[in-house]
């Protein structure tokens, strides 16, 4: 079994997009491969190019303010997308990991401001808190049989009544300890601290899926869970991890919006998990088409920022954001769905 490339389409039985068995590489790459591989690329540069050059929008959009502001403001929702592609390469979907990254990151503010505990103590418990989630939602998948959206669905909803119990519907905004505000203000050579941490936890998780047999099974679990259990690959544990090491950079991104906004508010969090779905599947229709990807995943985050920061600058409503995720979401379905038959017919 090799590393290659697979097709994104709709799966039988869920409804949901999956991967499936690539067909056999054509020697040579068709000018059509080179488009699609690097399509959302493309588009991304020439939003900046038109945004920069528009007369209403290009002074503002090129301020160095501005363009800080969209770098550390996407580091956030970039890493609860980054969380949400590590269930989706085993075919699976998490639609806990908006909630999980409100929950985790509202303990530890609340941990820190309300029962003293040491900051750098309270980022770890919520990282443990995060992991812990991820292995309810594991145990329940791989294990009981539940289904991947029932399953998730339910979680974030238990979240959710954990989340106003313990804040009583109210923001903690006074006693989170320096350390929180710290990691999320500040930049080192011009650059937002937030966006080192992202291109941090972005690295080693590319490195954990292309470098590493725990990424190459997710894979192929993703491609053939059936050909997988045949060949003895423990499929039922690979899966369980692959939601706690979404529960754990989901809970990392929750300590990040607590850091960066000085407050943890009860609402945060579920307003990620559409976001971030639909950056992961715009982002599987780049860079490595077919596949859920980091890089893809990022430069789909990127592009809906600079599209929505542009489209603001012109004058644009607040629904607007909203309705490019949700655009996002079903173009990413629709070229996923096309792509993957064109190379079946080929």
């Known amino acids: 079994m090799t590393d290659q ?61 501005n363009l800080r502001a969209l770098l550390s403001n996407q580091a956030v929702i970039a890493l609860v997308a980054l969380a949400s592609i590590v269930p989706l390469i085993a075919g699976q979907i998490d639609l806990s990991v908006g909630p999980v990254a409100g929950l985790c990151g509202l303990l530890s503010a609340g941990f820190a401001a309300h029962d003293g505990f040491p900051g750098l103590l309270t980022i770890l418990i919520g990282m ?63 650059i937002p601290r937030t966006v080192y941490y992202l291109i941090a936890v972005s690295a080693l998780l590319y490195y954990a899926l292309q470098q590493t047999p725990f990424g190459r099974h997710l894979y192929y679990i ?45 609402e945060v969090g579920p307003g990620f998990t559409l976001p971030a779905l639909a950056a992961a599947f715009l982002g599987a229709t780049a860079i490595r088409p077919g596949r859920f990807n980091v890089a893809g995943t990022l430069t789909a985050i990127f592009l809906v920022a600079v599209i929505v920061n542009g489209l603001t600058l012109l004058g644009a409503a607040d629904w607007m954001q909203p309705a490019v995720n949700g655009a996002s979401l079903l173009v990413a379905v629709i070229v996923g769905a096309v792509a993957s038959r064109r190379r079946a017919a080929r």
């Open 5 to 65: 490339e697979t097709a994104v389409e709709f799966g039988p039985h869920t409804g949901m997009i999956e991967s499936a068995p690539p067909p056999k590489r054509r020697t040579g790459r068709s000018a059509a491969s080179l488009f699609e591989q690097y399509a959302l690329v493309l588009l991304l540069v020439g939003m900046i190019i038109l945004f920069s050059m528009l007369d209403r929008t290009g002074a503002v959009f090129r301020s160095q303010a």
């Open 128 to 190: 443990v808190i995060g992991a812990a989630i991820g292995l309810v939602n594991g145990v329940l998948i791989a294990y009981l049989g539940v289904g991947a959206i029932v399953a998730t669905l339910g979680t974030a909803t238990l979240i959710q009544a954990i989340v106003s119990w313990y804040s009583k519907n109210q923001t903690i905004v006074q006693g989170i300890p320096h350390l929180f505000t710290d990691l999320g203000t500040g930049d080192v050579a011009g």
């Open 222 to 266: 993703g491609e053939n869970r059936q050909a997988m259990e045949l060949v003895g690959i423990p499929v039922k544990a690979y899966v369980c991890a692959s939601f706690v090491v979404s529960g754990v950079i989901g809970a990392t991104a929750g300590v990040l919006q607590v850091a960066i906004a000085g407050s943890a508010s009860p």
